[in-house]
């Protein structure tokens, strides 16, 4: 779950030219409008089906079509521009009928409502890359193709095989009409712990790894903390909904979402106030883990600074990040000092991390529904899973490629040669990733998630306990569901 970032660019120290954003648009707000959407990753369930006949050739005489491509996740602008001024050439020269144009990102804080606005106007690029709950919410408005058929046609029966199950996996939405897959995955980001290895050896911490628990990390952030430098423990951003869920709610047995009923939710339990009372705990009573406001994509303590700087800093000794990190922490640290990544705290209960749902669909008002498949088809083809790695360090979704992507990035660059960057693979290989969980009534469900947060783990000086936070969590999400429900 990178952040989504608007128009920023990071210097070498840490530094941002303009604020970062949530990659999910600050808790992706409550414009949304009524959505209905059941628990599931957004490789689910689409739109109406296709427009043109599924596997129909292109080439010949046909003029030459012009698909446009908005890649809105997975990296920063600036590298989306970098990255298909180095592809698309490659993709056109092979297939001389269709000239691809990639779409920026358009200026705003709610990305979601700014594409169902363009899918209105029919100005929306023929296909968007996005994440989390925003292609659901697309499929749930009719807005997404139906892959079905293409994919049928013109991939071999066995294609699922090569994609990670914690993207693929998707449940029915409830939507007032019955569709097909409406996505493909783009990448796939995992989460892990990323410290400084230095402070480490002069605390004498010694090498955190795969056994370490929640309570090995709590006490080496306490160690390491000296909030009269301002230098604390650690950075550990888990308050969005998807991180709260995967990385701290799940290891102690706990779920955001009720798996039997996507209306409720199962915050509220003895699980869920452990877990939660763990990050209290770190932000609050200890205050060695510096608070972390999710709606803003910021810490309230240093405000304006982005994550990368504020490791590169040594403001935080640890922080428990995303794979997508790994340019520009490599990129902000330089050689001020050495860092390494272990895996996220094994729980009482398990070892859990996001596993991100990013992927490509195609709208479904597009005119040319046969040009815009064989690119979407190549969008998630290996060849191109490949150019990610080497343009971004973008953690592939195609499982033969994982091994790549961690030679690749080691031996391009020195400093991750140390790095163990299969502490973010290994949730992936091993199974044990989590893709984010949905309610029914998503966007409602995270208008009341926000209003609790920002009442407690979103800020310096909490007004609620752990016991007030998950009892509230609990309540005010069912409440939103069942207004919902009734059309209220």
Known sequence: MRPRTYARESGTDGS?????????????????????????????????????????KTGGTKAKVTIRVGLYQSASQSQWKAITSYAFPLFMKKNPDINLVWVPEPPTSNLTQKVITMYAAHTAPDIIQDCCSDLPTYASKGMLLDLTSYIKTDWPQNWESDFLPSQLAAEVMTTPYH????????YCGTMGMFYNVDRFKQAKLGTPD???????????????????????????????????????????GARLVDAANPSKAAVDTKQGLAAVTWLYDLFYTSKSVIPWDAAHWGSPSFPGLPEEGIFAQELASVMGE???????????VGSKFHWAIAEPPKGPVKRSTLSTTDGYAIIKTTKHPAEAWKVLSWLASSEFGK?????????????SLIPYFIKYAETSNPV????????????????????????TYEAEALVSYKAVMSQSLYSLKPNLSPAQIVSELAKQIDASQTKAASGG
Not at 179 to 186: E, H, I, Q
Not at 224 to 249: E, M, S, V
């Open 179 to 186: 569709a097909g897959r409406f996505a493909l995955p783009t």
């Open 322 to 332: 995303g794979s997508w990190m790994i340019e520009r922490v490599a990129q902000s």
């Open 387 to 399: 150019i990610l790695v080497e343009k971004a360090f973008l953690q592939p979704s195609r499982k």
């Open 16 to 56: 941002s030219a303009k604020s970062a954003v949530s990659r999910r648009g600050a808790l992706r707000t409550a414009a949304l409008g009524a959505v209905g959407i059941s628990f599931g990753t957004m490789f689910g369930v689409a739109g109406c089906g296709p427009a043109a006949k599924p596997g129909a």
């Open 210 to 252: 795969a056994t370490w628990t929640f309570t090995d990390w709590a006490n080496a952030m306490n160690r390491l903390n000296d909030p009269a430098h301002k230098r604390y423990g650690g950075l550990i951003p888990w308050t969005p909904d998807d991180r709260f869920a995967a990385d701290l709610l799940a290891p102690f």
């Open 416 to 439: 991750l040669k140390n790095v163990n960057l299969s502490a973010l693979t290994d949730g992936l290989t091993k199974n044990w990733a989590t893709p984010e969980q949905l309610f």
